[in-house]
């Protein structure tokens, strides 16, 4: 850089805009040359990182709009519980549309409409909606409050008219409740599951979700998913049921049901919308209220501690298949709409 950049205009030589003067050079000197200093960014500044960034955004971008996502309408029943259900399942919803095909995306945009059961406010079943979900809930299938007889009541006539539905946690056991008949579901007496388990799919399920709702199988092979239950479907209820066990744990037997005839039904006892804040929400909850083992009175200081500890780590990290079962669940929901298209 020349010493004349810098110095104050006042006191440099008055040149033209377009011409470059030589005050105290010979002809025979070469004229120094002035830079420029350019006001754009040196392409240096750009790089590779924020290069292959922007690139990704323009390639999702044209992606996004390639594939004209579909858009279904399903009515959430959302049911009395510790926490919001119906913004946890749009969120997971959302997820799947705007993740690739290889990331567990689905070509659906599900525009959600929340039902209060509680209220005894369910959704019509004259065909206003593509499916519908029935969320978890602090309640047991097996109480006697109205709210809860007239769920089931819903259930069994959606079954009648082959509507969709898709029931987790609570909405799993009140579907087999009202399909099964009192007694399917009762406290579990091997303990309460908080947490992730995991648990190996039955094939016919497997092939089900491939074939019905456009859904590989697990990364893994095998389901794992939080959990946050108590009560579950009593093993021996299940040959009555005209769904199918999807499989189970040591503690539970039965963590989902499906439809292997026509798809139309399917049930988990995990939870597939849960993250990690919401699970460490709950924790907090079910401690305080003692209801979670480790804070169960007999419970020693060291089983205690022994048990909250392992309960607060499995609820720390999502479980692997979050995004399958993101998949999964949406793809259910919106496999008519996908496939009138």
Known sequence: LNRRMFMPSRLQPHCSPRVRRSHSHSPQTPTPTRRLVSRRPSPKILSSSFLSAVHHQMSGDLDKSWRNLVEARVAVINCPGAVPFTPLFSAMFDRAAAADRDDGGVNAKVNVTEYQAE???????DGNYDAYAITGSRYGSYETDEWINILKTWVREARQKDARVLGVCFGHQVIADALGGDGTVEVNAAGFEFGTYRFQPDERFVQIAEQLYDVPPPPSGSIDMFYVHGDHVKPSALNGLELENM????????????????????????????????MLACHTSLTEKRRLPGAMPGE?????SDLLRRQLASCSEAPACQAWLAQLCTSFLTADVRRAE
Do not use: N, W, Y
């Not at 939870?271 to 990690?276: G, K, L, M, V």
């Not at 020693?300 to 205690?304: A, G, N, Q």
């Open 119 to 125: 209220a005894g406010k369910l959704p019509s079943l």
């Open 247 to 278: 499989g189970g744990t040591d503690v539970s037997p039965c963590e989902g049901l499906f439809d292997a005839k026509q798809g139309r039904f399917l049930t988990l006892q995990g939870h597939p919308e849960f993250d990690e804040a919401t």
């Open 300 to 304: 020693t200081d060291s089983e205690k």
